[in-house]
């Protein structure tokens, strides 16, 4: 088989829903390793079981075909709470372009409204909150990848315990 008679198979697959479902799984679970996140917490089989299940994947995907495959109308798998890791009750379905300009708001702000970043000085107790990562960063010298990273991986850097903390 020569190579653009594969390129041209998988770009048809990609454009299939079990397809896409499987491109965007993927994906996710190599974007992971690049930001120190944790693997999703379901199967490729869980996530087209639940995106199968969903009216607005097959909305949004009739409309990207509709559209002659579109790139700003691709559905896409968004974590609700970004910081958080990709789980079944933390993804909603939207377009690829609702999802970039979500996230573009989110690194504007330095984090997703709803959460409060907390710092507890492993030393003194002193617990501390915090409305961004710069915020966070700036108080207490520690490098926003940091304190993201201990706050993805659940774990403590040699100063600090770092949570996120969901207001409610």
Request: aromatic share 10%; net charge positive; hydrophobic share 30%.
């Amino acid at each position: 088989m020569d190579k653009k008679y594969h390129q041209e198979a998988v770009l048809k697959f990609h454009r299939t829903k079990k397809g896409l479902i499987s491109k965007i799984y993927y994906s996710q679970c190599h974007r992971r390793k690049r930001k120190g996140n944790s693997l999703p917490k379901y199967t490729l089989l869980e996530l087209k079981d639940w995106a199968f299940s969903q009216k607005e994947f097959h909305i949004l995907f009739d409309n990207w075909k509709k559209s002659k495959y579109l790139k700003d109308l691709i559905p896409s798998f968004d974590r609700i709470l970004s910081t958080k890791g990709y789980s079944l009750n933390n993804i909603q379905i939207l377009t690829w372009k609702e999802n970039d300009e979500k996230g573009k708001q989110e690194k504007s702000t330095g984090r997703n409204k709803s959460e409060i970043i907390q710092s507890i000085n492993l030393i003194t107790n002193e617990k501390l909150e915090f409305n961004t990562y710069r915020e966070a960063s700036k108080s207490t010298g520690e490098n926003i990848s940091t304190i993201s990273l201990c706050i993805n991986n659940n774990r403590n850097s040699r100063k600090f315990n770092w949570e996120l903390i969901t207001k409610t």
